[in-house]
């Protein structure tokens, strides 16, 4: 088994359950599923963040350092499928999170990691990922519109191509325009480990070579833009994992939303009219 290897060579740590990743049987492998599976513990950070202060807005209202004014929140709803109230509410989530450790407003990496797993300190691969594409200007923290934008790409109405995109950026670790071979071994030996799935370095091989295979149409050794997008329409499972159900009604997820928000009821009527 691998397992000592993979540990010295990734040592990235992630949290996912191992039944939502695929069969490693080297006879049965199928990439789509492979790919889904290195998805599905990222898509849990996004829904463990957005449930991690469900219920606490009643208590606390952090100050507010960078403030949105209704017409702000408007045109954030005008171009996401989110609501007015329900960008109201995503500003309550952004707010408790924007003030765990810095009150300014923005959200840094440490807040995101203390949010997520209770302390500020430690490496994760898939934190670093969820970061750097939330982090839009690439200016080392996350403003509220980034938050706004990032999130609308897990919401059921999203467009199709927005969740291609995202997720091809997911897996070009160094940012070139390209899904090297390594930065897909990188992913995939990150969900094995913290699945706690057993393999030789022989069916990790395996499954790589198997990932270009399917996926680099022109056999270039590396994937670009157009090979991904037609992988993804050929495995539309793929991208089910690029959707959150709780996002088509933020509302419903804090209940305790409506006695906080500063939108009053005409103006969303307004809005909609």
């Known amino acids: 088994m691998a397992n000592e290897f993979l540990r010295r060579e990734y040592p990235y740590r992630i949290y996912t359950d191992s039944s939502t990743f695929c069969s490693l049987d080297s006879g049965r492998l199928k990439i789509g599923e492979t790919l889904c599976g290195v998805l599905t513990p990222f898509l849990?950070?996004?829904?463990?963040?957005?449930?991690?202060?469900?219920g606490c807005f009643h208590r606390h209202r952090p100050r507010k350092c960078l403030s949105y004014s209704f017409n702000d929140v408007v045109r954030l709803?005008?171009?996401?499928?989110?609501?007015?109230?329900?960008?109201?509410?995503?500003?309550?989530?952004?707010?408790?999170?924007?003030s765990s450790i810095i009150d300014d407003g923005l959200i840094h990496k440490e807040e995101l990691r203390l949010a997520l797993f209770n302390t500020p300190a430690g490496e994760n691969l898939f934190l670093d990922r969820l970061f750097d594409l939330f982090d839009e200007k690439k200016n080392g923290v996350i403003e509220f519109e980034e938050f706004v934008h990032a999130l609308s790409i897990f919401h059921p109405h999203a467009p199709l191509v927005d969740k291609i995109d995202f997720a091809f950026r997911l897996y070009d670790l160094r940012q070139t325009g390209f899904i090297e071979r390594e930065e897909v071994r990188q992913?995939?030996?990150?969900?094995?480990?913290?699945?706690?799935?057993?393999?030789?370095?022989?069916?990790?091989?395996?499954?790589?070579d198997k990932t270009f295979v399917d996926v680099d149409s022109d056999k270039d050794g590396k994937?670009?833009?157009?090979?991904?997008?037609?992988?993804?329409?050929?495995?539309?499972?793929?991208?089910?994992n690029m959707t959150l159900p709780h996002l088509k009604d933020i509302t419903a997820v804090f209940p305790s939303f409506i006695f906080n928000t500063q939108v009053a009821d005409y103006q969303c009527l307004k809005f909609y009219l």
Do not use: Y
């Open 187 to 208: 992913m995939v030996v990150a969900t094995l480990l913290e699945s706690s799935i057993e393999v030789s370095e022989e069916t990790l091989e395996l499954i790589i």
């Open 223 to 240: 994937i670009n833009k157009d090979d991904w997008k037609a992988f993804v329409i050929r495995q539309p499972t793929h991208i089910k």
């Open 77 to 98: 709803a005008k171009n996401s499928p989110f609501s007015v109230n329900e960008v109201e509410a995503l500003r309550e989530l952004f707010n408790k999170l924007s």
């Open 44 to 54: 849990g950070f996004i829904e463990c963040l957005i449930f991690s202060f469900v």
